[in-house]
């Protein structure tokens, strides 16, 4: 699945470009943004790719964020935000009027979790490397988000998070006011 970052263009206007490059796309009837390609186009050999107008995501994680509805102006807390197609995905759904803190507990994760950010020019998120689980061991120090409820070093206007181990597969997401 390719979807379409619209910070940079319409789906129209990605969509168009397809048959110039002699690809078949076919719109998600759910999600009329993302595209179904073939699955021998490789993306990162794609001038569109490469220029931040769209990024690959496997169908099912377009879900999360979908079901999650981020509105314009809203703040969210990505716990375990690696390598950040979800995250970007919120950036977008945002449309540059809120903002993403997106955590992830890896150095190496969070280096891919940057270039996402940075391909697809994505100013609206921030990036902080703690350890999300901290909520489960109450007496080791917490970066980021404390166990539910509390608000020592809590991010500014952001609620409170209970969140698993970074992982890639677990992931709290909350949105604020």
């Given at each position: 699945?390719?979807?379409?970052?619209?910070?940079?263009?319409?789906?129209?206007?990605?969509?168009?470009?397809?048959?110039?490059?002699?690809?078949?796309?076919?719109?998600?009837?759910?999600?009329?943004?993302?595209?179904?390609?073939?699955?021998?186009?490789?993306?990162?050999?794609?001038?569109?790719?490469?220029?931040?107008?769209?990024?690959?995501?496997?169908?099912?994680?377009?879900?999360?964020?979908?079901?999650?509805?981020?509105?314009?102006?809203?703040?969210?807390?990505?716990?375990?935000?690696?390598?950040?197609?979800?995250?970007?995905?919120?950036?977008?759904?945002?449309?540059?009027?809120?903002?993403?803190?997106?955590?992830?507990?890896?150095?190496?994760?969070?280096?891919?979790?940057?270039?996402?950010?940075?391909?697809?020019?994505?100013?609206n998120v921030s990036t902080t490397m703690h350890d999300g689980a901290c909520s489960r061991n109450p007496g080791k120090?917490?970066?980021?988000?404390p166990r539910a409820g509390m608000s020592a070093n809590q991010p500014a206007g952001f609620a409170s998070a209970a969140?698993?181990?970074?992982?890639?597969?677990?992931?709290?997401?909350?949105?604020?006011?």
């Amino acid at each position: 699945m390719l979807w379409t970052n619209t910070l940079r263009v319409t789906p129209g206007h990605l969509g168009g470009i397809f048959p110039g490059e002699g690809l078949a796309a076919d719109r998600l009837s759910w999600e009329p943004s993302t595209f179904r390609l073939p699955a021998y186009v490789r993306m990162g050999d794609r001038w569109w790719y490469l220029g931040g107008l769209a990024h690959c995501q496997k169908e099912a994680s377009l879900l999360p964020v979908r079901l999650l509805d981020p509105q314009p102006g809203e703040g969210v807390l990505d716990v375990c935000a690696a390598p950040g197609g979800k995250t970007a995905q919120i950036a977008v759904a945002l449309g540059g009027r809120g903002t993403v803190l997106a955590n992830d507990i890896s150095h190496g994760r969070s280096r891919a979790l940057r270039a996402t950010i940075e391909r697809l020019g994505l100013a609206n998120v921030s990036t902080t490397m703690h350890d999300g689980a901290c909520s489960r061991n109450p007496g080791k120090k917490c970066g980021l988000v404390p166990r539910a409820g509390m608000s020592a070093n809590q991010p500014a206007g952001f609620a409170s998070a209970a969140a698993s181990s970074c992982t890639g597969q677990a992931r709290a997401l909350m949105v604020s006011q």
